[in-house]
């Protein structure tokens, strides 16, 4: 649904999606649901949901389900990238979160 609304540039259907995914995922958080966020990541392109996605994880401390990740089997051009892309936002949330324990 949000690629057609975004397709079709229909900006109030994008915002409707995209706060019921912010509610899902604060949601699933509080329940201790995180393997659905990790689930739900397929689905979320770069944004700033996905950031809250992965941070919702890094701050449980559940990176490693997030690590577990795979990528869907795109062209293997598309996975390496969006792989790369995963690994760049990990790191970031990880920097954002204050580092690993102990720094």
Known sequence: AYQYYESAHAMNG???LTTLAFGRVASYSS???FKAIVRMLNGIGESK???FAIEKLVSSDKLELLLKKRTSNDSKERTV???RNLKREILAAIQRAGGPSGS
């Open 31 to 33: 329940l201790g649901e």
């Open 14 to 16: 994008v915002d409707v």
């Open 49 to 51: 949901l996905r950031q």
């Open 81 to 83: 990238s969006r792989r």
